[in-house]
Nanobody, 117 residues
Framework: VQLQASGGGLVQAGGSLRLSCAAS????????MGWYRQAPGKQRELVAD???????NYADSVKGRFTISRDNAKNTVDLQMNSLKPEDTAVYYC????????????WGQGTQVTVSS
């Protein structure tokens, strides 16, 4: 599995950005796709994830502001980020979690999101 992320950049507080991630390789319906982020000096944390059936899960800090979506036919997962805050500044990583035949995690290359105040 390979994950290619795009999007990100610099935006003012209150603005919006959209991140996209394309997965290649063998992607299964039981795979969960999502986005994590890591700010300087902090641990990587889950932002949001989504199952192939559309069940979503969000970190409390982004609920109501971020929306995750998935296109199973294209093997893509997007993260629409609205009302961005300076504390959203981080490197964002696309992720695929596979809980079959053991547990496997796959990561994209990371994309920087910077929110200025």
């Amino acid at each position: 599995v390979q994950l290619q992320a795009s999007g990100g950049g610099l935006v003012q507080a209150g603005g919006s950005l959209r991140l996209s991630c394309a997965a290649s390789g063998s992607i299964f319906s039981f795979d969960v796709m999502g986005w994590y982020r890591q700010a300087p000096g902090k641990q990587r944390e889950l932002v949001a994830d989504i199952t192939s059936g559309g069940t979503t899960n969000y970190a409390d800090s982004v609920k109501g502001r971020f929306t995750i979506s998935r296109d199973n036919a294209k093997n893509t997962v997007d993260l629409q980020m609205n009302s961005l805050k300076p504390e959203d500044t981080a490197v964002y990583y696309c992720n695929l979690l596979r809980r079959r035949w053991g547990t496997s995690k796959y990561w994209g290359q990371g994309t920087q999101v910077t929110v200025s105040s």
